[in-house]
C-alpha cells in the first residue's frame, strides 16, 4: 500500500493522483474514486504492475493536512503587522 494524494482533474474527467514515495503520478478515471473524493484528498492505493489496483480514502491524513492547511491560514491572518507605510 501507498499512500498518495489528489492533485487535481484533467480535461479528459480523469483524476490524477501523486504517490511521494514512487515519486510517479497516476491517471484514474474521475468516476473509479471513492465518494466524497475531492483535490486534496489523501489515499491508501493498491499499485501492481505500475496500475492502480484499488483506492481508498485516507480519512485520518486529509484531515490533518486540511487541519495544518488550516493552522497555516491562522497565523497569516494573526499577522497584521506590515513593514510598509500607506499612503
Do not use: C, H
Amino acid at each position: 500500500m501507498y499512500s498518495g494524494y489528489l492533485d487535481r482533474f484533467t480535461d479528459t474527467n480523469d483524476a490524477l493522483i501523486l504517490v511521494d514515495a514512487l515519486q510517479q503520478q497516476f491517471r484514474v478515471s474521475a468516476t473509479s474514486l471513492p465518494a466524497d473524493s475531492r483535490v486534496g484528498t489523501w489515499f491508501l492505493i493498491d499499485i501492481q504492475e505500475n496500475e492502480v489496483i484499488t483506492l481508498q480514502i485516507d480519512m485520518d491524513k486529509t484531515q490533518a493536512a486540511a487541519q495544518e492547511v488550516e493552522e497555516r491560514m491562522q497565523r497569516l491572518k494573526s499577522k497584521k503587522t506590515s513593514r510598509f507605510k500607506r499612503s
